[in-house]
């Protein structure tokens, strides 16, 4: 694999096993036959309805759920191990170098650790530093770099605003110098004051840091100004993967192109221009067969009820797409 | 078009362990029928419980001043509904000529109880109507909210359904009852942006439909611009700009409006940088002397804005603000 790759999944699945009793155990695919790479250094967004499975994506890259199909490659420089295969002092190894910052600053701290032990935490989980003064040293350098005030400290999370807590999440995240990040919906429950402070923080540590960021939001302006590629889930499936730009200006794919003319206009008088999407994403215990965006899609023909698309080149330049007819419908939009 | 609601001088105070919190001061707007109004501002400025008041709905530890007044225009006449006290005559305006979709998604409906159930009930509270004639509406209004098999789903409960249709069924119970007034808590944020386009566009159909106003509490300034008809901005518990939706958006005039809105991420720019309105909303317990929004704002004019709460200067007739930047005394 190229070297500036971070991560490379190929054929990714993960199933859950739901319902009790011999005859009701039903297998359900959150993640179906994924296959992505997320190149090293890159600010990589995941988009898609609820339920379409980014958060068991991104999970079944920190090894938080178990991956039931395909392969997943991870490799910085330093080590390179097979996640889906990965276990013993690797697995330990690998888990300082994937984090996991949390959605919900207000449910995700502690109220009874100050805010020194949360950050503190996953250095002494992780037998990370030797001392108890090694241990300060280094979550008071990861705090001055999330710009939380060194005397706060020794407060409880209470005391803080959301996007304080935001910040104390990220820096506990942060605090094992790991290389790969994911943000899930982290910016989601934040106003939108100072959503935009959190981004930029976020973006300022990818720079200083090196870091390789995968974010989850389903909040498309969101993703448009901070990361460098998208990927577009829906029900499982990748369907349209493209540098932002190319994404936001040309989406080829129409459950994409649906997704982004949802977005509400902040001009007043652009009002109920947008192509509506009807209905909701089916059940995942019961896709559809073919296309499994076929029950919504304005443009389905019969071969789409019928025959899955796979993800094919669109440019060389990293757009894909799966869709039978997507060259057909590149009539200006 | 005639006033569907008016509020005056609305100043409420919750006493907590940690002494008096004021969460609104001095708020006054009024509703028209058929007039929707987008209530936006910060988590905590006071959105919800004005929104509450509304319904005379806060908890008990809440203390209004006798200043305090909102009055609502109903064809019976009338209604004080601060000076209401008597639970058969709140029903005038819970659930009854007033209907609220709550922020908590949950909250509306009791989970061990079905959707229809609870539908039916609330119908027969406030209308006298038999049974089957309350059901009959509940379907009609599951269906008109766009919820397939509205007869089945109308034996479900609140957990069986999606996030997007259970967020339908909720705005179908408000309306059942045909309201004047619809106050709609944040209704689409949990939502994705296809639902949450659907949803807008079922609101502004019952606007058309059954005349009623609306009063949109949310975050979400597109949200806003695509349903409003005007806006009101709310800062730690002071309504600090208020006027015609496309002026507010398009030539905000108070700073922590304008703060907003270029805090936003906007798509036809996808160079320019995110610029946060810079710190946190202080806290009610340690609320500013003066202008509230002091400890944020960029553009202090002077000690004024540390001394001094600005009050609200009309910029034209419909549009106002609450800031030392404008002229003292000389409104348009
Ligand atoms: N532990 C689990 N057991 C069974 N099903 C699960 C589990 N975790 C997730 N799922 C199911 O997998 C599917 C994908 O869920 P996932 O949480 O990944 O979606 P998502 O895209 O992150 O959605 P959201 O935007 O709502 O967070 C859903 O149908 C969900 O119900
Ligand atoms: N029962 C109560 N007792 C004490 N304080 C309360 C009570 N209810 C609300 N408050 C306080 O009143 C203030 C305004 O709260 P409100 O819920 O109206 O904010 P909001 O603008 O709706 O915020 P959000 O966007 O987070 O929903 C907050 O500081 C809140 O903590
Ligand atoms: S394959 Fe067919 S159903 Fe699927 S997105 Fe393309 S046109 Fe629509
Ligand atoms: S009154 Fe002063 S501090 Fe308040 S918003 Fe206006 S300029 Fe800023
Ligand atoms: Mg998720
Ligand atoms: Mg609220």
């Given amino acids: ?333 | 078009m005639s006033s569907l609601i008016d509020v005056k001088n609305l100043t409420l105070k919750f006493k907590t362990d940690e002494g008096l919190i004021t969460a609104v001061n001095n708020v006054s707007f009024s509703l028209k029928k058929g007039e929707v109004m987008g209530l936006v501002g910060e988590s905590g400025s006071g959105k919800s419980v004005t929104a509450k008041a509304l319904m005379h709905l806060n908890a008990r530890n809440a203390v209004y001043t006798p200043e305090s007044k909102i009055t609502l225009h109903t064809e019976a006449g009338e209604v004080d509904v601060l000076s209401l006290t008597k639970p058969s005559e709140m029903q005038v305006v819970r659930g009854g000529a007033i209907s609220m979709i709550f922020q908590e998604p949950m909250a509306s409906f009791a989970p061990a109880i079905t959707i229809g159930k609870q539908m039916v009930e609330q119908l027969q509270l406030h209308g006298n109507m038999s049974k089957a004639k309350a059901k009959e509406i509940s379907v009609e209004m599951l269906d008109r909210v766009g919820i397939s098999d509205a007869h089945k789903r109308f034996d479900q409960y609140a957990f069986e359904l999606s996030g997007g249709m259970r967020q339908r069924a909720m705005i179908a119970m408000a309306l059942s009852t045909k309201p004047k007034l619809l106050i709609a808590d944040e209704p689409t944020t949990a939502l994705d942006v296809t639902i949450q386009a659907q949803v807008i566009d079922l609101m502004k159909d019952l606007v058309n439909e059954f005349h009623m106003g609306i009063i949109f509490i949310t975050h979400d300034l597109g949200v806003v611009a695509q349903t409003a008809d005007k806006v009101s901005v709310m800062y730690l518990g002071e309504l600090i700009e208020e006027g015609p939706v496309r002026e507010v958006i398009r030539t905000p005039a108070h700073p922590y409006t304008q703060g907003l809105l270029s805090a936003l991420p906007k798509l036809d720019d996808l160079d320019s940088p995110l610029t946060p309105v810079p710190g946190d909303i202080p806290s009610p317990l340690e609320r500013p002397s003066g202008c509230v929004f002091h400890t944020r704002c960029s553009k202090i004019v002077g000690d004024a804005c540390k001394t001094t709460l600005p009050q609200a200067y009309q910029l034209d007739e419909s549009h106002s603000a609450a800031c030392h930047i404008y002229p003292k005394g000389e409104s348009a």
Avoid at chain 1, 42 to 67: D, H, M, N, Q, Y
Avoid at chain 1, 124 to 139: C, F, H, I, K, N
Wanted: hydrophobic share 40%; charged share 25%.
């Fill in chain 1, 1 to 333: 694999m190229s070297n500036d790759v971070l991560i490379r999944a190929e054929g990714l699945s993960v199933g859950f096993q739901i319902g009790k009793g011999l005859f009701n155990k039903q297998i359900l695919k959150a993640v179906d036959n994924v296959t992505v790479e997320i190149e090293k250094g890159s600010f990589f967004g995941l988009v898609g309805e609820s339920g379409s499975g980014k958060t068991t994506l991104g999970r079944a890259f920190l090894k938080a759920v178990p991956i039931t199909g395909g392969h997943a490659r991870y490799e910085d420089g330093e080590v390179s191990y097979d996640l889906a295969e990965i276990a013993g002092p690797e697995l330990k190894d690998y888990r300082k170098r994937a984090q996991l910052i949390f959605q919900d600053p207000y449910a995700a701290l502690s109220p009874r650790m100050t805010v020194r032990d949360i950050i503190a935490e996953p250095l002494e989980v992780m037998g990370l530093t030797s001392s108890r003064a090694e241990t300060d040293e280094r979550v008071r350098e990861i705090a001055a770099k999330c710009r939380l005030n060194l005397e706060h400290l020794r407060r409880f999370p209470h005391a803080f605003s959301g996007g304080q807590r935001q910040r104390i999440s990220i820096a506990r995240a942060l605090v094992s110098d790991p290389k790969f990040v994911v943000a899930d919906e982290s910016v989601a429950a934040l106003d939108v004051s100072i959503q935009a402070d959190v981004l930029n923080l976020l973006k300022e540590l990818q720079r200083d840091l090196g870091l390789t960021f995968m974010f989850i939001s389903h909040d498309l302006s969101v993703v448009a100004h901070t990361c460098d590629h998208v990927a577009v889930m829906y029900l499982g499936r990748l369907v349209e993967t493209a540098p932002t730009r190319t994404l936001f200006e040309g989406a080829k794919h129409p459950y994409t192109k649906a997704l982004f003319s949802a977005i509400p206009s902040l001009d007043p008088d652009d009002r109920g221009t947008a192509q509506k999407l009807e209905g909701e994403i089916p059940s995942p215990t019961n896709q559809p067969s073919g296309c499994k965006f076929h029950t919504r899609c304005p443009y389905a023909v019969d071969r789409c009820k019928s025959e899955e698309p796979v993800l094919e080149h669109a440019d060389a330049a990293g757009h894909e797409v799966a869709c039978h007819r997507w060259r057909e419908l590149m009539v200006p939009a």
